[in-house]
């Protein structure tokens, strides 16, 4: 069944997005570098190992206070669609005004002292949207929100490579757009 609130995105949502120049390609790199610009401190793009090893997750946004850059990481092992969406969910959250997960300054004594294990289950993440554990609305609406504005960026970005293709031929760009 297909999720309403993704699918048709809210007022929020595309509010989120107005304003924001979709790269052209849509790729990882071009994606972070607009996120990047208009994110209020330095921001790394990680591909390599989790920040939080143990936890399932193909994307997380973070924030290190104990260090001078925020970052956004994206499961390496994706395809390069899938990348993309992961990426643009991620900088949805961002976008959208909610609040990036806290890396403490040092690993706990203890593995994990810090995150509950709803956290670690992925029920409070949502980013591999997982359908075990407590689902709290706030928790759905906010994760639902950042899937809209992922799905709604790259059908923004799908609709203008479609419009935009025959652009470099003078002759078929009219063409195309009399039929």
């Known amino acids: 069944m297909r999720n309403p609130v993704i699918h048709r995105p809210t007022k929020h949502v595309q509010r989120a997005l107005d304003g924001f120049q979709i790269p052209v390609p849509l790729t990882v790199e071009t994606l972070f570098a607009a996120i990047e610009e208009r994110y209020p401190r330095p921001l790394e793009l990680l ?16 924030t290190r206070p104990d260090q001078e850059s925020d970052a956004m990481w994206v499961d390496p092992g994706l395809d390069e669609e899938a990348a993309v969406h992961n990426l643009a969910h991620e900088g949805g959250h961002f976008f959208l005004g909610h609040q990036p997960v806290l890396l403490p300054a040092a690993p706990p004594a203890e593995p994990y002292e810090f995150v509950s294990a709803d956290f670690l289950n992925g029920c409070l993440l949502g980013r591999t949207r997982s ?15 950042a899937e809209a504005f992922a799905f709604l960026l790259r059908k923004k970005a799908h609709e203008h490579a479609r419009d935009s293709r025959y652009e470099s031929d003078p002759l078929l760009d009219r063409l195309h757009r009399s039929l």
């Open 47 to 62: 591909r390599g190992q989790s920040p939080l090893p143990g936890l399932s997750a193909s994307g997380l946004w973070i």
């Open 131 to 145: 359908q075990e554990g407590p689902h709290d609305p706030e928790y759905v609406e906010i994760e639902d929100q």
